[in-house]
Every structure is written in C-alpha cells, then in structure tokens.
C-alpha cells in the first residue's frame, strides 16, 4: 500500500520550460519535506512544511517554489528550469509535535531530465 | 560551518562479517538522529531513530550508537548478507524555528560480498 506517492516517477521538460511535481500521502502526517537529490550527494532539503507554516532553506534557489493546498498534497514548482536542476526530487512525509518528529517517510522520488 | 560526514569510499566486506559505518558532525546539536537505507533510484528507507540521551539502540541485526560528545553515529550490521548491499544515510534532527528539520549525509555504499 504505497504511502507517500510521487507523480510521475519520470519527467522530461525543456529548458526553461515551467514544470510541477506533486507529491501525495495517505498518511495524515502533519510535516512534509522536498528534497532534491544529485548523484552520491546527500539529499538537499529544499523546503518544509510543518502544518501549514511554510519553511524555505536559505540555499533553495528562487526559481524553486511549493504549494501545500492540504494536508494530503504538497506540489513542487519550477519555474524556469535549467541544466543543473536534472536531479531526483524526493518528497517526504513524518508526524512531528514540536521538537519531535517520527520517521520520514519518503516517496519513490521523480526523476527530472532537463533538455 | 554545519557539516554531515559520511565516509564517501564505499564499505566492501564479506557476508557474515559485521559493517561498521560512521556518521559525524559539526556545528549541530541534535535531538536525535536516523538511519535510512537508499537502493539505487529509491527514495530512503528508515531503519532506526537514537535520541540525543541514548547510547545505543538495536533493531534485530541492526545496532546504532550516538556519542553527542563526540558528535559520532556508528551503525553496526551484524551477520551481514549480500542483501544487505545498499546505501545507507544518515540524517540529524535540526533546529528550525520551533520545529525539527531533517538533514541528510552524502551516504556510505555498503556491498556485502558472498
């Protein structure tokens, strides 16, 4: 029974094309996370959400931006995407209270190609 | 500056031996830390949780230690097997705000031999 799903699982866009990721979860988890991941590099925290408080890395370039309409789906935008966007982008979800949160749950990822 | 520390080589090692992989860190103070196991092109698999005032947790094969003074993880697989080959990250708990965010190392490959 698949948790946290991603769609799709593989996205081509063009340069500079605008292109959504989107991320649901039938977990009723109150915390979700975006992460972009490079080859052999650690996942990258992009943004979080805790409820609805919307929190951004200070390093998440501009060009990246997120939606969490509800509890069950968060959506990931990029608005002019460039070369060095091609990554996996993993979507996670855990239950957090304060300073304490369960474990991340994490969705298959969606692999982005830019051409 | 924050940092997360994996051993970038990978870790080979006989089936049945026990892997040993490192974690440490710098300019953090975490409440607790995870380990996850990633396949090639599969998103992170949680494995065990350690609080910042426990000093070791085990899970079947699996043992994790945390040393907060050391700003040291080690993660033990005993009895190894060639299933067992994967990458293994680990992640640290981190103040934001007045949440927790969760941020990750690099990762260490582990291939188990039979």
């Known amino acids: 029974d698949a948790m946290v799903i991603q769609n799709p699982r593989y996205q081509v866009t063009q340069f500079g094309k605008p292109v959504t990721l989107s991320c649901s979860q039938t977990l009723n988890h109150n915390v979700m996370y975006w992460y972009q991941q490079k080859s052999s590099q650690a996942p990258k925290l992009l943004f979080h959400y805790y409820d609805k408080d919307f929190n951004n890395e200070a390093d998440t370039p501009d060009n990246f931006q997120s939606r969490r309409p509800n509890t069950s789906f968060c959506f990931l935008d990029i608005r002019s995407p460039g070369l060095g966007d091609a990554a996996m982008y993993l979507c996670?979800?855990?239950?957090?209270?304060?300073?304490?949160?369960?474990?991340?749950?994490f969705g298959q990822g969606t692999r982005l190609t830019v051409v | 500056s924050q940092k997360i520390e994996q051993n970038s080589e990978a870790l080979n090692i006989q089936e049945g031996k026990t892997a040993t992989l490192t974690c440490n860190y710098t300019n953090y103070s975490p409440a607790y830390l995870q380990w996850y196991r990633q396949d090639p092109g599969r998103g992170p698999v949680f494995l065990l949780l350690i609080r910042e005032n426990e000093k070791e947790k085990r899970k079947e094969r699996l043992k994790v230690t945390f040393d907060t003074t050391l700003k040291q993880s080690l993660f033990h697989i005993t009895a190894s097997q060639p299933a067992d080959s994967a990458t293994y990250l680990c992640?640290?708990?981190?103040?934001?705000?007045?949440?927790?965010?969760?941020?990750f190392g690099a990762g260490t490959r582990l291939a188990v031999h039979p």
């Open positions: 996670a979800t855990s239950r957090g209270s304060g300073y304490m949160n369960t474990e991340a749950f």
């Open positions: 992640a640290l708990a981190s103040r934001s705000g007045g949440y927790n965010k969760l941020i």
